[in-house]
């Protein structure tokens, strides 16, 4: 099973001149580990892809598929699932120190801090650890914030041109990061330095106009290479085939079989539906109802950041339970 997979999503924008397609009808899986890079020139639907995977935008039509279940609308794939994300300009809070950017998703979670002196090591920031994020260079400062995007360990990191704004020495050392996490998780990067990538990555997608137009397949230790991408394609192909050779060969039984197997079906499916009565439809309204108010209400949690007077404040979802406890003392 792929850990995520996203079928026929499109991502559309109304412009003066019509409907503008960031992203067209893209269908593409992944696997538990390993180095994937999104390539293309710019605007060509990169970052949409690599936003709507990690859960920061939702797609028009399409659905996004992970650890073989289905997101659903209300789902928040990020908060959700353990996953992080590393931006360019790398996104850290400024008058905070290393660690406590680090620490920030973890104090966010309520998680314990302890592993964050080990990341500072593992990522060479040992020594800056109690310096703001403000004066550090920007081969620090990815690091510091590669090590956030860590702390919580993540099954899946997104990177979004992450060394877009470093020199070629910090992009090897970014890059080799990088490649030494994404043995033991997803690690999904959208980048245009075709060098850097041909020389990491495991695996490339092309993308241009919103479309995949080649994906090399990768080739991941330990990875069932057949399995990417085109292995329910060709397993389908393979099964019409035989069904479809079987159907002509006796064309005239199979379409009356076809259709008295059609009739009794209907018949079985009146009969049901007879027999349970309203029942099951009202339930199913209920339920609607409910989904419909837990994706608008709301909890807010605060969290106090260390050595600040800011307070953050994360809008969560409540749980269904919860949210029909509540309903029920209205
Ligand atoms: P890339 O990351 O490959 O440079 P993007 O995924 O950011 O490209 O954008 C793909 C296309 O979608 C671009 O042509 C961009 O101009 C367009 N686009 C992105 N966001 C919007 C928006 N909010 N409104 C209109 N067009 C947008
Ligand atoms: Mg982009």
Redesign the pocket.
């Known amino acids: 099973m792929y850990l995520l997979s996203v079928r026929k999503i499109s991502k559309w ?1 109304e ?1 003066y001149s019509g409907r ?1 397609f ?1 992203l067209k009808k893209v269908s593409v899986d992944f696997p538990n580990r390993g180095f994937i890079a999104i390539m ?10 690599l936003n709507i995977l990690s859960g920061i935008e939702r797609p028009d039509s399409g659905s996004i598929w992970l650890e073989g279940k289905k997101m659903g609308k209300g789902d928040s794939p990020i908060l959700g699932r353990r996953s992080s994300i590393i931006f360019q300009h790398y996104n850290l809070i400024n008058g905070l120190s290393v660690i406590d950017n680090i620490a920030l998703p973890l104090s966010m979670r309520g998680m314990s801090k302890r592993a964050v002196s080990t990341l500072c090591r593992k990522l060479g920031i040992s020594k800056l650890r109690k310096r703001k994020v403000d004066n550090l260079s920007g081969g620090e400062k990815q690091r510091v914030a590669i090590a956030r995007a860590l702390a919580i360990s993540p099954s899946i990191v997104y990177a979004d041109e992450p060394t877009g704004a470093l020199d070629e020495g910090n992009s090897e050392i970014v890059m080799g990061y990088l490649k030494k996490i994404s043995r033991k998780r997803l690690v999904i990067m ?1 980048s245009h330095n075709k060098e850097l990538v041909d020389k990491y990555a495991d695996r490339v997608i092309e ?1 241009r106009d ?1 479309q995949i137009t080649s994906d090399s397949g990768g080739e991941i230790e330990g990875e069932d290479k057949k399995a990417i991408v085109r292995k329910d394609k060709h397993r389908s192909f393979w099964i019409g085939k035989i069904i479809g050779l079987g159907l002509r060969k006796h064309f005239g039984k199979n379409l009356m079989c076809g259709f008295s197997s059609f009739i009794g079906f209907a018949a079985l499916l009146l009969s049901v539906g007879f027999v349970l009565g309203n029942g099951p439809a009202m339930e199913e309204e209920s339920a609607k109802v409910l989904h419909h108010l837990l994706a608008k209400a709301s909890l807010e949690e605060e969290y106090e950041i260390p050595g600040s007077n800011l307070h953050l404040i994360k809008s969560v979802k409540p749980r269904q339970d919860d949210l029909e406890e509540t309903l029920g003392d209205i």
């Open positions: 924008y412009t503008f960031a293309g020139k710019s605007g060509s639907g990169k970052s949409t892809l959208v993308i919103g």
